[in-house]
């Protein structure tokens, strides 16, 4: 098992940046393919981004490609969201997640395994 806190959130105005980290303990970290989700008030969860186990393929939902970037230190059992041009759009509690299934990039949430607590971003207009 494996238990994932995220940090990082907070209030930016639109225009501004942030990185979200999601620090991971328990099994070994690159065990896992990680994603971050989020989730606005009134609406599902949708996915963001997310990368495989090896680093070597990211995907990204289509209204954050170009601004978001997701990437992942193995040594320091850690993935990072960077966040630049943030909309007030992008307001959302973001998670991120595990899949055991380390080589394979899902962007459905019902694939993955475990998921941190949330973090809040709010981006002002």
């Known amino acids: 098992q494996v238990q994932l806190v995220e940090s990082g959130g907070g209030l930016v105005q639109a225009g501004g940046s942030l990185r979200l980290s999601c620090a991971a303990s328990?099994?070994?970290?690159?065990?896992?393919?990680m994603g971050w989700f989020r989730q606005a008030p009134g609406k599902e969860r949708e996915f963001v981004a997310a990368?495989?186990?090896?680093?070597?393929?990211?995907a990204y939902a289509d209204s954050v490609r170009g601004r978001f970037t997701i990437s992942r230190d193995n040594a320091k059992n850690t993935v990072y969201l960077q966040m630049n041009s943030l909309k007030p759009e992008n307001t959302a509690v973001y998670y991120c997640?595990?899949?055991?299934?380390?080589?394979?990039?899902?962007?459905?949430?019902?694939?993955?395994?475990?998921w941190g607590q949330g973090t809040q971003v709010t981006v002002s207009s």
């Open positions: 328990g099994r070994t970290f690159s065990s896992y393919a």
């Open positions: 990368i495989p186990w090896n680093n070597d393929n990211t």
């Open positions: 997640a595990a899949s055991v299934t380390r080589g394979v990039i899902f962007r459905t949430p019902s694939r993955y395994d475990y």
